[in-house]
């Protein structure tokens, strides 16, 4: 790992980590890697876009609760305005 690549305590605690459950997701037409999921955050349902069509399958994780950087600089891709996640 590159000395560009860590992160410091300071910049880590900056980051808005919570977890949500993914209530629905679908391959984004035109993409061989992205899903776009509706994450159910508690307080609100959060639409996110992440690359793990050659990990996992649909119903592999659907239901599944996971990490979510809350406060990441909403990404365009795919004309859908999204929060990006890996």
Do not use: A, C, N, S
């Given at each position: 790992m590159s000395e560009s690549e860590i992160v410091s305590i300071r910049e880590f605690k900056r980051l808005d980590i919570r977890t949500g459950t993914v209530k629905e997701i679908e391959q984004i037409p035109g993409s061989d890697k992205l899903y776009k999921l509706q994450v159910?955050?508690?307080?609100?349902?959060?639409?996110?876009?992440?690359?793990?069509?050659?990990?996992y399958k649909a119903d592999?994780?659907?239901?599944?609760?996971?990490c979510v950087i809350c406060n990441l600089k909403p990404a365009k891709i795919f004309g859908t305005r999204v929060r990006v996640c890996s």
């Open positions: 159910d955050m508690g307080d609100h349902t959060r639409q996110i876009i992440t690359g793990l069509v050659e990990y592999e994780i659907k239901g599944k609760v996971i």
